[in-house]
């Protein structure tokens, strides 16, 4: 897949999303209080570096499992179809359940997993969104927490990626096409 020429913009920094995360945590930590296990489901693939950090900062037993679920492919918008890929391995009903997504955007992957998962009757399910576009929603759905909200920006790195690439940079940063280019529509 040929791309256009790029630059990204640093949005969030390394150390704002470590602040933040560990913030998070103990918001987590009192709503799952008493729990005997909490499954953090993880949904592959822009997920895994937050889910890795969020993990580690929980001071609760937990089991983590992933589920896949695509509605972009390599591109940079949302088909709207969510497929599910990769299901979970471990059953979830009678357990507490927090779903860890990377971004949402137009919600219909958040929303049709938990969906999904609300159907194998958890004890309780909760999700958390590093990054959302609320601008973007078509959906009624929003995170029970939210790392950042960021404007409508076509997003790169700590996991995110465009066409693959960029999912290994520390911080968020925006993508920039060259001026030549007309940025993507992201509709």
């Known amino acids: 897949m040929s791309q256009r020429p790029y630059v990204i913009d640093q949005m969030i920094s390394a150390k704002s999303i470590a602040a933040r995360i560990e913030e998070l945590s103990h918001d987590i930590e009192a709503e799952f209080k008493g729990t005997d296990k909490l499954v953090v489901v993880g949904l592959l693939r822009g997920s895994f570096v ?33 497929r599910i890929i990769k299901d979970l391995r471990g059953a979830i009903e009678g357990r507490d359940v927090l779903v860890v997504e990377d971004i949402v955007d137009t919600g219909h992957t958040l929303n049709h997993v938990t969906h999904l998962l609300q159907s194998r009757n958890p004890a309780r399910l909760k999700s958390i969104a590093l990054l959302d576009k609320p601008t973007r929603r078509e959906v009624d759905f929003r995170s029970d927490w939210i790392g950042f909200e960021i404007p409508d920006e076509f997003v790169v790195g700590y996991g995110i990626d465009f066409a693959q690439r960029n999912r290994n940079l520390p911080f968020i940063g925006k993508v920039r096409f060259s001026e030549a280019d007309a940025e993507p529509d992201q509709t």
């Open 50 to 82: 937050f889910i890795a950090d969020i993990v580690r900062e929980l001071d609760l037993p937990v089991e983590v499992d992933f589920l896949e679920a695509s509605s972009y492919g390599d591109g940079m918008e949302s088909s709207r179809e969510v």
